[in-house]
């Protein structure tokens, strides 16, 4: 699919966040609140560690931060998020991933539905699409003039990587979730940038989606992402 290669992707995700920051914020925010809850220390805690890195990398302020993490640990909140997973499908079958954060299902449950049936999918059962993906690390680094492909290489296996795929366009990297911040940490110490850097959910088979249906399945990602209780979605479009 044209418009789905990994490097647009990452491009158009970034020129669509800095045109909505505030939504991004509020975002990686409930994400800290979520991980903190289950710890406050983040070097005990390796999910408040990575949101507190994607805030950093996504250059929300230290006092959103700050106010997530008190929110977390109850000074003067009487807010209740909880994770809600749904499962589905797009144009010609895609399977589609959306990992939400809501204090109202009720709320957030019908806008879903409707994101999906407007745009040539359906909403499907738990587990209907959920068996397609892997969670896993992802990296992805930028090609430049000045890129040492034997130094990116075997610094990234020296880290734990799992897999390393090079391109015309950069390098992806993938490790188990687990090792993600070991792997990430060690090859920024080796003065590595990344393009983006992430826990994902990555699809083990793809689908295709034929030309005429393209503009539909992005209106359809369009106004999953846009909804504010939806944190991330995932998707197995060919590219």
């Not at 045109?19 to 809850?37: H, L, P, T, V």
């Not at 690390?137 to 897999?163: C, Y």
Request: aromatic share 6%; proline share 3%; net charge negative.
């Amino acid at each position: 699919m044209a418009g789905h290669s990994k490097w647009n992707n990452i491009k158009n995700r970034k020129g669509a966040q800095d045109a909505k920051r505030g939504k991004i914020f509020q975002k990686i925010s409930r994400e800290i609140y979520m991980a903190a809850k289950q710890g406050a220390d983040p070097d005990m805690n390796p999910a408040l560690r990575l949101a507190i890195e994607k805030a950093k990398s996504a250059n929300v302020p230290n006092d959103v931060v700050k106010r997530a993490l008190d929110k977390a640990s109850g000074a003067g909140n009487d807010e209740n998020y909880e994770e809600v997973i749904y499962e589905g499908y797009g144009p010609n079958g895609v399977a589609v991933l959306v990992y939400c954060l809501t204090d109202n299902r009720n709320r957030t449950a019908p806008n879903i539905r409707v994101a999906f049936t407007r745009n040539g999918g359906n909403l499907g059962s738990s587990g209907s699409v959920a068996y397609m993906f892997d969670r896993k690390g992802r990296l992805m680094i930028e090609r430049t003039e000045d890129t040492d492909e034997d130094m990116i290489m075997l610094a990234a296996l020296e880290a734990g990587a799992e897999d390393i795929e090079s391109s015309e366009e950069g390098f992806e990297i993938i490790t188990e979730a687990a090792d993600f911040l070991q792997v990430k940490n060690e090859l920024e110490e080796s003065g590595i940038e990344f393009v983006s850097a992430d826990i994902e959910m990555i699809p083990s088979m793809h689908t295709a989606i034929p030309e005429e249906s393209e503009e539909q399945f992005e209106k359809m990602l369009d106004m999953l992402e846009d909804d504010d209780d939806v944190q991330n979605v995932y998707h197995n479009a060919a590219e």
